[in-house]
């Protein structure tokens, strides 16, 4: 089999993934093979209860032989979990279930050739517990990438992306430098050429209302303005800085690709209000591909069988080449 498989980390056994995953099944003819690493009880009893009724191809973690994937299938690799209720609470009693899950594809992806990583939402609040903002950095850190990655919501009319990403408003303005902006531009230029093979027309926030404010050294004109300029002077396309509340009018949007912003909801939260699912999480600057659905665990939907399969279903087309 000539076709690059595409590795999924069912991410968080209690969240609304293996619902969305099986949805995303039944809509998509895949060229690539996905291999699902998920526990196989999980996997089993989430779809006698949600009404599917996949076929399980298991496969073996070690000598993996991508000869063996079947397309019609669900080609999974087991990772054993312990649990009471198919449809239990989160809790950190997850943590060593989802960390073996990620170093089992890390693995694979060091080992061979695939189309990029998908992974499930995780809880930040028991999962990471303050070792990471977010899976973002704990691949980063996996990868020893740590100070070279950034996140990036991607539509094909319009893509965002935060400077800083999980932190606290009060923390903000402390991680704002002119090396994490050229770093960031520089590694969205990259691949948009590399994997999109366009170079991209790129928006730069301001961090305060108007790009303006009463006191010294804003960080408009100490930071933001001069790494703009240094970036227009190394011929990459940027402008700015622009009030994040004007941004994203009809008038500016159409004049760009994406629009890159100091902070998580400032980017986000317009971006998901213009786009609801049809958007995808994907982290740059790994050493492959790596992709999220753009939503969290949402363990409230978990069993009714209501959850939009959308964003996963973008991340498999993104993939699905």
């Not at 999962?127 to 903002?133: H, I, P, R």
């Given at each position: 089999m000539n076709d690059k498989p595409i590795i999924v980390v069912g991410g968080e056994p209690y969240s609304v993934f293996l619902e969305i995953f099986f949805k995303s099944k039944q809509k998509i003819n895949f060229k690539n093979p996905v291999i699902l690493i998920a526990s196989k009880e999980l996997v089993l009893l989430q779809m006698k209860k949600l009404g599917f009724n996949f076929k399980i191809n298991i496969i073996s973690e070690n000598n993996l032989n991508f000869n063996l994937l079947d397309k019609s299938r669900i080609n999974l690799i087991h990772v054993n979990f312990k649990f009471k209720n198919v449809f239990d609470k989160i809790s950190d009693k997850s943590n060593s279930y989802i960390n073996k899950s990620f170093d089992i594809a890390l693995k694979i992806l060091k080992e061979k050739s695939c189309s990029g990583l998908i992974n499930g939402p995780i809880?930040?609040?028991?999962?990471?517990?303050?070792?990471?903002?977010?899976?973002?950095?704990?691949?980063?850190?996996?990868?020893?990438?740590?100070?070279?990655?950034?996140?990036?919501?991607?539509?094909?009319?319009?893509?965002?992306?935060?400077?800083?990403?999980?932190?606290?408003l009060k923390d903000?303005?402390?991680?704002?430098?002119?090396?994490?902006?050229?770093?960031?531009?520089?590694?969205?230029?990259?691949?948009?050429?590399?994997?999109?093979?366009?170079?991209?027309?790129?928006?730069?926030?301001?961090?305060?209302?108007?790009?303006?404010?009463?006191?010294?050294?804003?960080?408009?004109?100490?930071?933001?303005?001069?790494?703009?300029?240094?970036?227009?002077?190394?011929?990459?396309?940027?402008?700015?800085?622009?009030?994040?509340?004007?941004?994203?009018?009809?008038?500016?949007?159409?004049?760009?690709?994406?629009?890159?912003?100091?902070?998580?909801?400032?980017?986000?939260?317009?971006?998901?209000?213009?786009?609801?699912?049809?958007?995808?999480?994907?982290?740059?600057?790994?050493?492959?591909?790596?992709?999220?659905?753009?939503?969290?665990?949402?363990?409230?939907?978990?069993?009714?069988?209501?959850?939009?399969?959308?964003s996963l279903i973008e991340a498999l087309k993104f993939l699905n080449k």
């Open positions: 809880s930040k609040k028991y999962f990471l517990k303050g070792k990471s903002l977010g899976v973002t950095e704990y691949l980063a850190k996996k990868t020893k990438n740590n100070n070279n990655v950034a996140m990036l919501i991607y539509n094909k009319k319009l893509s965002v992306s935060p400077i800083t990403t999980h932190l606290a903000v303005h402390k991680n704002i430098s002119k090396q994490k902006i050229n770093t960031h531009i520089k590694l969205i230029t990259e691949f948009y050429k590399k994997i999109l093979k366009r170079k991209p027309k790129i928006a730069i926030t301001g961090l305060n209302p108007h790009c303006e404010s009463n006191f010294k050294d804003c960080e408009e004109d100490a930071i933001i303005l001069p790494a703009i300029k240094n970036l227009k002077a190394r011929n990459f396309k940027v402008e700015g800085p622009f009030p994040a509340d004007t941004i994203f009018s009809k008038e500016h949007l159409k004049n760009f690709d994406v629009i890159v912003g100091m902070y998580h909801d400032q980017v986000l939260t317009p971006m998901k209000a213009l786009f609801g699912f049809d958007a995808i999480n994907i982290t740059l600057g790994l050493p492959f591909v790596r992709i999220s659905p753009d939503h969290g665990p949402n363990s409230s939907m978990l069993g009714k069988n209501l959850s939009n399969p959308k």
